[in-house]
């Protein structure tokens, strides 16, 4: 070979007859399968994911998953679903062999979970695998051997209706993808996250997971609302606020966690878009605006909100493995979501002293953490547990005041016969108490009452709601401030004799950030040197006179915020405005005082906490008063 030549020219010098070789050959099918495979199954989860809405496809109403080794050893789905016949249990394997769709149109009025064809044959690609199925119909099931995508054996077998696949040692031919896997609690973290996301929006759908021989979830058949607290715990038990609204373009519905439920991590956090799960960065937003203010800035709600339209309105990304989608209408979808939620907040209010915990020993027990099967209900009903229920009916519950040892049936509905068997289960069905107090009217005839002088009482059709009065009035003040600084400034009344204010140097830099935010705050201040600020406006309705001592207070407030890094300058300065000027507690009102609360109280957009969260008000229904009395 000439070697002075470059490259691409030596074969021609060096062999005459050279004929230019194809190149191109076909793959062969397992190497293929393994490449293809690369895109579904990334790791463990993703073949979790996929044998569960295998099995929720195939009508199963009970199905159990089991890892060892984070799923690097074994994944194994067992389901009673509607189970394979022989010939299906082995074409299922093949690439694009699927019973879900027949032509292209069907991809996009799919219903079902996976729709590809595709899972089967790369799992098969990528691990050992063991399927047993059997159908209703059927005498004898059908055991299949895989390895490397060939059938190595295939049996009869004897079991029960459904189907269970059982795919050992992940990668196993694919070194490199075996290596890239995460350490063992990382890949279980990921095979948790995908196995909630299917459980949760399938309540009525039996589902356990079991790794290394320890069952992890155990989650009986039950309501939505039942199967978020088993799957998020006991905290949210009585603390979800129901969301449900209904359109012709769309619906939505769900839960979201009482404000006092958000935490300082991002996490209970679901978004299901015709039963699939998404993840949105657009759609958590209109979910966070609608908790505004009643939550920390950097906090996070819980939801778990399904929204389902026709999926002609969605961009649909066919691949299974995305989590992403795309509205055709995404202002639409914002608006519908944020005012949803919204309007569930509004419905609902926080009424501390009427509140319940369940005893945390109690709580541990199968009978109060578990929801209720018949058989369970009837070896129950003989236990010492039944009996304390059925006799005292609040008996696991702890009262948080003593006069309020009835709770329970103040707020049981009516209807219900207290002999009647209640489980756990339903204390969180109990009605959330709606509050039409929006439309609250304050009529001459009828006038307030102070009690305490802290507390207004109203009585409207339903009943009354008691008010506090501070933290009414400083949800008030707030709204009124927020408007100011979004440009709808107070109105000013100037000094007829501007006072000065002298502050500690320190304090200086402090007011005199504060000053632009101040002024459309309705304090109109000017720098007048030597730590000297001189007072030109006040707002038009604060008391002439104070505005020395009340900026001062202010101030003194403002740095009691200002190691609360969470919040803006602004949002320190309103707080602290709101809390300052607010009507404090014990201090006697009169009836034009109350009215002018109660009527600005329940114009606000959030009139039922502050913003730091207290109530403002709390209702008593007359029908539960008369309840309590036994009429
Ligand atoms: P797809 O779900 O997209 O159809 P898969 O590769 O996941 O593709 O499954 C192929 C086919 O195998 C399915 O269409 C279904 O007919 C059958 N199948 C898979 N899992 C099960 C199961 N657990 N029970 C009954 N049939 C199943
Ligand atoms: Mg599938």
């Known amino acids: ?41 990334q790791r463990p989860a993703s073949a979790v994911k996929e044998l569960l809405e295998n ?52 991809l996009f009025h799919i219903k079902t979970m996976g729709f590809r064809g595709e899972a089967l044959a790369s799992i098969a690609a990528v ?45 196993f031919n694919v070194p490199a993808r075996r290596n890239f896997l995460k350490s063992n609690p990382s890949e279980l973290r990921h095979i948790m996250d995908e196995f909630i996301r299917v459980s949760m929006s399938f309540p009525d759908i039996f589902f356990s997971l079991t790794s290394n021989g320890q069952e992890v979830f155990h989650l009986e058949r039950a309501t939505l609302k039942q199967r978020i607290v ?4 006991n905290s949210y038990q009585s603390k979800l606020v129901t969301v449900e609204e209904q359109t012709d373009y769309m619906n939505i519905y ?86 949803a939620v919204k309007h569930a907040l509004a419905q609902f209010s926080i009424s501390p002293t009427l509140d319940f915990e369940l005893d945390p020993s109690i709580q541990q027990l199968d009978a109060v953490s578990k929801p209720f099967t018949d058989e369970k209900k009837s070896s129950v009903a003989s236990s010492s547990l039944y009996n304390t229920f059925s006799q005292k009916n609040q008996a696991h519950f702890i009262e948080n005041k003593s006069e309020l040892k009835h709770w329970r049936e103040f707020y049981e509905p009516a209807q219900k016969q207290s002999s009647e068997f209640s489980s756990s289960t339903t204390i969180e069905d109990l009605p959330n108490p709606l509050f039409p107090e929006k439309n609250i009217e304050v009529s001459d005839e009828s006038p307030l009452q102070q009690i305490h002088s802290t507390y207004i009482l109203v009585q409207n059709d339903m009943g009354f709601l008691v008010i506090h009065q501070q933290n009414a009035h400083e949800r008030i003040l707030y709204e009124r401030f927020i408007k100011a600084v979004e440009g709808k400034p107070i109105a000013i009344q100037q000094s007829l004799f501007p006072q000065t204010i002298e502050l500690a140097s320190a304090d200086v830099a402090v007011l005199t950030e504060l ?13 007048f040197g030597n730590n000297t600020f001189v007072m030109q406006g006040t ?31 602004r949002e320190k300065l309103i707080r ?43 209702t008593f229904k007359k029908l539960e008063l008369d309840r309590m009395f036994g009429r």
């Open 55 to 106: 099995a929720v496809d195939a009508g199963a109403n009970e199905i159990k998953l089991i890892v060892n080794d984070a799923g690097k050893a074994l994944i194994q789905v067992i389901d009673n679903g509607k189970g394979m016949s022989d010939t299906d249990a082995r074409m299922c394997f093949e690439r694009h062999a699927t019973s879900k769709i027949k032509n292209i149109e069907d």
């Open 1 to 41: 070979m000439d070697y002075s030549l470059p490259y691409f020219l030596r074969n021609f010098t060096s062999n005459k007859e050279f004929i230019l070789p194809d190149i191109i050959q076909l793959l062969p099918d397992n190497i293929a399968n393994q490449i293809a495979a690369g895109e579904v199954i």
């Open 576 to 618: 602290s405005l709101a809390w300052q000027q607010s009507i404090k507690a014990g201090k006697i009102l009169t009836q034009k005082e109350m009215k002018s609360i109660v009527q600005e109280l329940f114009i606000c957009d959030t009139p039922n906490i502050t913003a730091t969260g207290k109530p403002t008000y709390t």
């Open 254 to 339: 769900g839960f979201v966690g009482k404000p006092e439920t958000a935490k300082k991590t991002r996490g209970d956090q679901y978004f299901f878009v015709n039963n699939r799960f998404i993840k949105s960065a657009y759609l958590n937003h209109a979910v966070m605006g609608a908790f505004d203010s009643m939550i920390a800035k950097d906090s996070f709600p819980m939801y778990t909100l399904f929204i389902d339209l026709d999926p002609a309105q969605l961009d649909i990304n066919v691949h299974p493995t995305k989590q992403e989608i795309k509205f055709e209408d995404e202002k639409i979808v914002y608006a519908f979501v944020q005012s």
């Open 127 to 171: 691990a050992q695998v063991e399927l047993k199925s059997k159908k209703e119909d059927e005498s004898i099931g059908t055991y299949i051997e895989i390895d490397n995508s060939v059938v190595k054996k295939q049996e009869p077998v004897a079991m029960e209706r459904g189907t269970s696949i059982a795919m050992k040692n992940l990668f």
């Open 539 to 569: 707002p038009a309705d604060v008391e002439q006179g104070n505005e020395k001592a009340a900026i001062e207070k202010m101030l003194e407030q403002y740095k009691h915020f200002s190691s609360d890094l969470k919040y803006s300058k």
């Open 230 to 233: 088993q799957i998020l715990g």
């Open 515 to 527: 000053l632009p935010d101040l002024h459309f705050l309705g304090y109109h201040l000017e720098p």
